[in-house]
């Protein structure tokens, strides 16, 4: 590997995020905080609890931001190009898109990324937080790592609020518990950010829609055709495709149905 290589944003990112983690734990675990107390009193599970969900939050995060988010291959394979055909095939189905920047035809939901250069399937965003896109194969455990690291920057707050013993004189105060404060000040910016995302995610799940696509609609072909969004199926049935791949299909085929559900509409309703 390259020296140039360990300066790359993705290095930077993730080693900064592993470090404040571990960081933030360990002030928790220094200062005069709940932790403390359940540790003079023998209650190790709690705390041990509590580094295995950060352990776990991490991981899950260098599993999100290093794997794969659905990259279109620049060289389809046969079996591609059969689904491509058969895609072709479909009625009304909107046509592929050939990408102007990777020249890769795209399939339908798909975008290309300037910063990972490359055309994700079911494109979500570009996380800078991650380093990463969020596509079709890391979405589900980008909501899974945003609900674990929510649990653990919640306790994380309170653990911190314990600690905070206010008294006076202040300054001898700041000198002993500034760490703490500043502590319990991030924790309280990145409880509220990881809340906002983990419900705004949660509500584009139950409507199967993407980031992209709630923000851009107006902009997107497939989505300005009729009103509404063609991929949604209901609640449960979102739900189970988005986590558990079930019902399986292409999205030009569902996009398909859905117009062809809303011609059936529109001749009952004349």
Request: charged share 15%.
């Amino acid at each position: 590997m390259a020296p140039w290589a360990l300066l790359s944003p993705g290095v930077l990112v993730r080693s900064g995020h592993t470090v404040l983690t571990w960081g933030i734990t360990l002030v928790l675990f220094l200062h005069d905080t709940a932790l403390r107390q359940w540790e003079e009193q023998g209650e190790l599970l709690l705390p041990l609890t509590f580094l295995l969900l950060v352990l776990g939050s991490l991981l899950l995060y260098l599993a999100v931001s290093l794997m794969d988010p659905g990259y279109v291959n620049v060289q389809p394979q046969p079996q591609e190009e059969v689904k491509e055909e058969q895609t072709a095939m479909v009625p009304q189905a909107i046509p592929l898109r050939r990408c102007r920047y990777c020249l890769v035809l795209q399939p339908l939901r798909a975008r290309h990324c300037r910063e990972c250069r490359r055309c994700v399937r079911r494109y979500d965003h570009h996380c800078p937080w991650m380093e990463n896109c969020v596509g079709e194969r890391n979405h589900p455990l980008f909501v899974a790592y945003l609900a674990l690291q929510l649990v653990v920057l919640l306790w994380g707050l309170y653990l911190a609020w314990s600690g905070l013993h206010f008294f006076q004189p202040w300054g001898l105060w700041l000198r002993s518990s500034g760490l703490l404060l500043a502590t319990f000040l991030l924790l309280s910016l990145f409880s509220l950010v990881a809340g906002l995302l983990l419900a705004s995610h949660l509500y584009l799940v139950a409507s199967n829609t993407t980031t992209w696509e709630f923000i851009s609609s107006h902009r997107i072909a497939y989505l300005r055709q009729r009103p509404g969004n063609p991929f949604d199926r209901g609640l449960t049935r979102n739900l189970a495709h988005f986590f558990c791949g079930w019902p399986s299909g292409s999205w030009e085929t569902l996009w398909a149905e859905g117009e062809e559900e809303g011609e059936e509409g529109s001749s009952q309703a004349v």
